[in-house]
C-alpha cells in the first residue's frame, strides 16, 4: 500500500467527498511552493491526476494552460484505493446497484445502503471527448490530426493517450502504419 503523509490523505479524502473527486481547494494551510511540491509528488505517484477544468461550470483551476483554458486536480482511483476506499468494477455492477454497508463505513445505520462508486467517463465537449470521438472513428486518427482539432502539442496527445486514456479510463488504444498516412491511432467501437 502507498504510504501518504498526513497532508497527501487530507487531499484525497476531501476529494473523494466532492462530485467527480475534485482534489480542489487544498487545504488552508498548503500554499506556494508546499502545495506545488506536494501536489507533484501526488501526480508522479499517479495519487492525482490533471484533467481539463470546467470552465462552464467554475470548476476550481489548478493552474492555467496559456490558451484560455485551465486544469484541475482529481483524485485517481489509486488514490482512492490508498485512502481505503474500495473501487467496484463498474462493467460488473448492475447500474443503479448499491452496495450494503459494512461495520466500519456506517456502525450506527446499518439497514441504508451505500451508493455504488461512479464509473468514470469524460465530459462531454472537451479535448479529451474530441480525442475519443477521433480514436472511435473508423479510420482512426494520426497525431497531426490530433493536433490539429484539439490545440495540443504533439506530447501531450501521446500523454493523453498513455495517461487519461489508457490508464485513467482503461480504454484499448491501438496504432498501425498506414502506407501514406503514417502511424494511425484507434480506439474500440463504443
Do not use: C, F
Not at 502507498?2 to 487530507?10: F, R
Amino acid at each position: 500500500m502507498t504510504q501518504l503523509s498526513d497532508t497527501q490523505a487530507l487531499i484525497l479524502s476531501a476529494a473523494a467527498q466532492r462530485p467527480e473527486h475534485i482534489a480542489l481547494p487544498l487545504p488552508e494551510s498548503l500554499r506556494g511552493g508546499a502545495a506545488a511540491k506536494v501536489v507533484g509528488a501526488m501526480l508522479a505517484k499517479g495519487l492525482l491526476a490533471e484533467v481539463d477544468a470546467d470552465m462552464r461550470n467554475s470548476e476550481p483551476v489548478w493552474r492555467e494552460t496559456g490558451d484560455g483554458h485551465g486544469v484541475t486536480l482529481v483524485a485517481t482511483d489509486e488514490g482512492l484505493t490508498a485512502i481505503g476506499i474500495e473501487l467496484e468494477d463498474a462493467d460488473t455492477a448492475p447500474a443503479g446497484a448499491t452496495d450494503a454497508p459494512t461495520e466500519e463505513s456506517a456502525p450506527d445505520t446499518p439497514t441504508e445502503p451505500v451508493p455504488a462508486p461512479k464509473a468514470r467517463r469524460p465530459r462531454e465537449g472537451t479535448k479529451q471527448a474530441t480525442l475519443i470521438a477521433m480514436l472511435r472513428a473508423p479510420d482512426g486518427a494520426t497525431i497531426e490530426e490530433i493536433m490539429a482539432a484539439t490545440g495540443w502539442q504533439s506530447h501531450t496527445v501521446r500523454g493523453a493517450m498513455a495517461g487519461a486514456l489508457k490508464k485513467k479510463l482503461r480504454l484499448d488504444v491501438t496504432s498501425e502504419k498506414v502506407e501514406n498516412r503514417g502511424r494511425v491511432y484507434k480506439l474500440p467501437a463504443a
